[in-house]
């Protein structure tokens, strides 16, 4: 028989190891049985150990729309990965970083934004060139997370701007395969931009009808530049807006316009793929729809833009015709769901703000205090999360910095703990 006094210190002992992040792993146990490992990229560079493409087979998985000229489509070594450049939205990538086997703590999941991917967002700022800075640094979070002795893995989502809903269930995929790998009973979320909402939706809860709901497999929740309350960016400043994505005045940004139509060299052109709303059988960037909120209330319009009040509140301008924010908002905005839902008490959330817009290249949201693209009172908005463990502004950072920038990743490393 086993002495009492033995079995306490042997239970003391594990409870002051689990406080400290430091419980033994437990038995790696099988990963789900609707996940297929359908390829394995092992040493691709960039800090990874490896790289997987798995294929959830729920029904419920669409495969979603991209736009005809390739503007959305996989690029890099993503399309080898993928095995497509239009990848089904049932199909994601699992990264792992150099370390995760033999590195202790809580195992952390990376989740990227729009328009982005694993490596550049996380392990590589400089691969297309869009750091946010004048100089970019050939490693990112995911290196540095790991030299502090995290476990890190990312995940790499099918569609660049793709419906969130289904980017949370591949989120949970995600986390039950680095649970199935590592033993860990729970995983750090740290989510930026876009991500955010993808990451709270799974946490939260708000699934589309044949999801699946959230398995209490997330120990903390970090958001770096979330539209935790919404964006109404696009809309505010529109007509910068449109001339960046609007092919026929020359744009290429993957983005999508407030507009239906729009006239460009004296042309009045349709481009329904691009519009935020569905439109004429074409939905290809429902992931930014599913973001927006009204901010005009508080900080009001960019008055200076051609057709502002067309633009925001919807109808016929001077060289625009768009259906309004409102509009946009009723066709399936998830920021007030996702507050109403709330983060689980047991979830505690870490919001990280930057302060600086001054993204290069780009039209900066001026209208408020913002990182050039979310405005600051957006990505510390707690609305929604009970259990808040930490917030902190960086005012020296822009919105891309703040996934790379030895400031944010310290910020995001302090909090793991």
């Known amino acids: 028989m086993r002495h009492p006094l033995r079995s306490l210190s042997a239970a003391l002992l594990a409870a002051a190891l689990l406080a400290l992040g430091l419980a033994p792993a437990h038995a790696a146990t099988a990963a789900p049985g609707y996940l297929t490992r359908e390829a394995a990229f092992p040493a691709p560079g960039n800090g990874w150990a490896q790289v997987e493409r798995y294929l959830d087979t729920t029904t419920g998985f669409r495969q979603e729309q991209y736009p005809a000229d390739g503007r959305g489509d996989q690029d890099g070594a993503r399309v080898t990965y993928f095995g497509a450049a239009r990848p089904y939205s049932g199909r994601f990538l699992l990264y792992s970083a150099q370390g995760w086997d033999t590195a202790p703590g809580t195992p952390v999941l990376l989740v990227h934004g729009a328009n982005d991917n694993a490596d550049r967002a996380w392990a590589n700022p400089g691969e297309s060139g869009g750091c946010g800075a004048p100089s970019c640094p050939a490693t990112g979070m995911a290196q540095a997370l790991a030299a502090a002795g995290h476990r890190v893995f990312a995940i790499g989502f099918a569609h660049k701007q793709g419906d969130n809903l289904q980017q949370a269930q591949a989120v949970g995929d995600a986390l039950a395969l680095v649970r199935a790998r590592t033993g860990a009973a729970q995983v750090d979320l740290v989510a930026w931009s876009k991500g955010e909402v993808a990451a709270r939706a799974y946490v939260s809860s708000v699934k589309p009808s044949w999801g699946r709901a959230y398995a209490g497999d997330v120990r903390r929740l970090v958001t770096l530049g979330g539209p935790n309350g919404g964006l109404d960016y696009s809309y505010a400043h529109g007509w910068a807006f449109s001339l960046a994505t609007w092919?026929?005045?020359?744009?290429?940004?993957?983005?999508?316009?407030?507009?239906?139509?729009?006239?460009?060299?004296?042309?009045?052109?349709?481009?329904?793929?691009?519009?935020?709303?569905?439109?004429?059988?074409?939905?290809?960037?429902?992931?930014?729809?599913?973001?927006?909120?009204?901010?005009?209330?508080?900080?009001?319009?960019?008055?200076a833009m051609q057709d502002w009040w067309t633009t925001y509140y919807g109808g016929q301008g001077y060289y625009t015709s768009g259906q309004g924010i409102q509009a946009a908002?009723?066709?399936?905005?998830?920021?007030?769901?996702?507050?109403?839902?709330?983060?689980?008490?047991?979830?505690?959330?870490?919001?990280?703000?930057?302060?600086?817009?001054?993204?290069?290249?780009?039209?900066?949201?001026?209208?408020?205090?913002?990182?050039?693209?979310?405005?600051?009172?957006?990505?510390?908005?707690?609305?929604?999360?009970?259990?808040?463990?930490?917030?902190?502004?960086?005012?020296?950072?822009?919105?891309?910095?703040?996934a790379w920038a030895p400031a944010a990743t310290a910020q995001v490393s302090a909090w793991l703990g």
Do not use: K
């Open 247 to 303: 092919p026929a005045c020359g744009g290429t940004a993957n983005a999508p316009s407030p507009h239906l139509y729009m006239t460009c060299y004296g042309t009045y052109t349709a481009q329904p793929c691009l519009g935020v709303l569905p439109t004429g059988g074409y939905d290809c960037f429902p992931g930014q729809r599913q973001l927006l909120a009204r901010w005009d209330g508080r900080y009001g319009l960019d008055t």
């Open 329 to 402: 908002i009723d066709a399936g905005s998830l920021i007030a769901p996702l507050q109403r839902a709330g983060v689980p008490t047991a979830v505690p959330g870490y919001l990280l703000a930057g302060g600086s817009a001054d993204i290069p290249g780009i039209l900066n949201e001026t209208r408020g205090p913002s990182d050039g693209l979310v405005l600051t009172a957006s990505a510390l908005d707690t609305t929604g999360v009970p259990t808040v463990g930490g917030t902190a502004l960086l005012g020296g950072l822009n919105h891309l910095e703040l």
